[in-house]
């Protein structure tokens, strides 16, 4: 039992925060370790395995600002699709330079997240869940009538890449998609862990946790959403402009309803509010999702369903929540 | 000027039909909404699934539409009782990320379960021959489902107005949505008051669903692609009323009728602009009270 103990507490998730130990642990470069394995140990995955990096990015982007900043959001894709959108249109009309499609399709989401989020965001509830939805839904609408630009339905293709460094080509194995998503990722982890562990995240915990005692201490708290809301709209562009570089085409459903609540749910699964919830998540719901879901497409939404009931009434803080609690329970039984 | 009018009358006349059709739909989430605070994302599944149970009394057994539509609102009710008490109930005082997540789940396993015993396609309406014909009124020919359906609606809708404002668990109920704990701390049985008015709404929502069949198809992604409807509905007319969502209903309703009339290029884009804006006029609806 201590020897459990002792692995469970090596590999407990933290759950973060100002007051934590802010040095990176060991066992934060895992993911990364892992991921290098398996771009050398199984190179036939690596196109899943990008998609499943793009949305560890777009994870962690929605994780800052639902799992940190306690923004209920049903309309993340909109920053997503605008990212990708941005990214798609800038390489087939003007440069296919793929670092400059990335910065431009980071800046469009970001000003379309700061005008939104300024807009938004002094809403609560049940308003502000609406709000999000219709935006997203608008982004759709536009998306999907405005042919010339976007290509409507059929999506925008003709997209071809420059290649990365103009070194790199992006193959048609996915070696360099993989590696290009691997390191924003990477470097979008590092943000996000640099924002979650400063006092500015501090106090996004404690708008989490109680707005009004925040705004009674004398925190900014709109000003602080609107700008954890800008950020995360920025990271969720990149992840966009990331699938579009590595897919060159660019579909509708970036923009759809569906892919919100997946990507929500991913992070539920993961666990919400945790920083490795998004990279943990994302892993386990695409794998099994291309494992199951072309097999049995009606039990895999039913089986998904039934998992989200489960994991609100019974493990709210997800698979690392799950660790978490066992841990406790062993260092209990230790007499800690 | 003579079409014009005519165009301007069809379009007042489907758009208040398919306003009816979400009203009755959507009035139970306002109470449930207003009564207990619950984000209840999943309501267009009770929709669905009144539909499919009106459907298949119809299609299969053979029963006349106004049975099948009574045998929709009793089942559903009934099913309705058993979820809030199994499910519904351990949430209440859960956050909102919890219950929106809840129901979302509860969305997905539904449309699962209707994809599997009917399949994707949308399930064929069979009129009766009294609901398929023409209605003349002032030299103008109506069609007689759509006029049926205004007519039943405020049927109902005059009843819930009866229900709430003139019997004595309307008067439970609007004390309970003004003040919950006060209600119980007089002796208002708050909990069961939830669950009957729970079933009522979802009830009411597969007589929406069932009657708007041929409006709003009845298929297994129904309770997603109509969802934001619902939510726009309750969230413009306010929540715990039942005049805001009735005003609301009807706004969107022609309102939608005459987008896709005149500006179908556009889709739903009015429709999700002017929500925001409402909103942002009146976070709290066009008839709820400020927080």
């Known amino acids: 039992m201590t020897i459990a103990a002792r692995l469970l507490s090596r590999l407990a998730p933290h759950a973060g925060g100002y007051i934590a130990d802010a040095r990176i642990r060991p066992i934060e470069y895992l993911p990364w370790v892992v991921a290098i394995i398996i771009y050398v140990a199984a190179p036939e995955y690596l196109p899943l395995g990008s998609y499943i990096l793009i949305l560890m990015l777009f994870a962690l982007s929605l994780d800052l600002i639902l799992g940190y900043g306690g923004i209920i959001t049903l309309g993340h894709t909109a920053y997503f699709g605008i990212g990708a959108y941005s990214a798609g249109i800038l390489a087939k009309f003007v440069t296919a330079e793929p670092f400059t499609g990335l910065v431009v399709a980071a800046v469009c989401a970001g000003v379309f997240g700061l005008i939104t989020g300024a807009v938004i965001l002094r809403t609560t509830g049940l308003t502000l869940l609406m709000l999000t939805l219709a935006i997203t839904s608008i982004c759709y609408e536009v998306a999907n009538k405005a042919n010339d630009w976007t290509g409507g339905a059929d999506g925008l293709s003709g997209i071809t890449m420059n290649p990365v460094f103009g070194q790199f080509r992006f193959d048609m194995f996915g070696n360099t998609a993989y590696l290009y998503s691997l390191v924003f990722l990477i470097l979008g982890w590092w943000i996000v862990r640099r924002i979650v562990y400063s006092p500015f995240g501090a106090s996004l915990a404690g708008i989490r946790e109680n707005p009004v005692r925040m705004h009674a201490i004398g925190a900014p708290v709109y000003g602080r959403l609107v700008v954890v809301y800008t950020i995360s709209a920025m990271i969720a562009g990149v992840a966009g402009a990331l699938l579009t570089h590595t897919t060159q085409f660019v579909g509708l459903k970036v923009l759809g309803f569906e892919l919100s609540g997946d990507l929500v749910v991913m992070l539920i699964l993961g666990g919400v509010g945790r920083l490795y919830g998004a990279i943990v998540g994302p892993l386990i719901y695409l794998v099994a999702q291309d494992l199951l879901a072309k097999q049995y497409p009606e039990y895999w939404y039913f089986w998904i369903g039934a998992l989200l009931v489960v994991i609100v009434l019974f493990a709210r803080g997800g698979l690392l929540g799950i660790v978490d609690a066992l841990r406790a329970r062993f260092e209990k039984a230790r007499g800690r | ?291």
């Not at chain 2, 599944?45 to 009144?50: E, Q, Y």
């Not at chain 2, 007319?237 to 309102?255: C, D, E, N, S």
């Open chain 2, 1 to 291: 000027m003579e079409a014009l009018l005519g165009q301007l009358v069809s379009v007042a006349f489907h758009g208040t039909a398919y306003g009816m059709i979400l009203y009755v739909i959507s009035v139970g989430l306002s109470v449930t909404m207003g009564l207990m605070g619950f984000a209840n994302l999943a309501h267009g599944v009770f929709a669905m699934a009144g539909g499919y149970v009106m459907l298949s009394m119809m299609n299969a057994y053979g029963l006349p539409f106004p049975l099948a539509l009574a045998i929709a609102f009793v089942a559903v009710a009934l099913g309705s009782i058993v979820l809030e008490r199994l499910l519904y109930a351990r949430l209440y005082a859960a956050g909102e990320l919890a219950q929106v997540l809840f129901t979302i789940g509860l969305i997905l396993m539904s449309i699962a379960v209707a994809r599997l015993i009917y399949g994707t396609l949308q399930q064929p309406v069979n009129l009766p021959d009294y609901m398929k014909g023409q209605f003349h009124l002032l030299g103008r020919d109506f069609p007689a489902y759509r006029v049926i359906v205004i007519l039943f609606s405020l049927t109902l809708v005059m009843l819930l107005w009866f229900g709430v404002e003139r019997t004595r668990w309307g008067a439970m109920l609007r004390a309970a949505v003004d003040n919950r704990a006060m209600a119980q701390s007089i002796g208002i049985n708050t909990s069961k008051l939830f669950t009957l008015t729970f079933a009522l709404g979802s009830g009411l929502a597969a007589i929406g669903g069932g009657m708007g069949a041929e409006l709003i198809a009845i298929q297994p992604t129904y309770p997603f692609e109509h969802l934001v409807f619902f939510l726009i509905v309750v969230a413009i007319g306010g929540m715990g009323t039942l005049r805001g969502p009735f005003v609301a209903a009807l706004l969107i309703g022609v309102t939608d009728t005459a987008c896709k009339y005149w500006l179908p290029q556009f889709g739903a884009f009015f429709i999700y602009a002017a929500t925001i804006a409402i909103l942002l006029w009146r976070p709290a609806g066009l008839f709820g009270k400020a927080a």
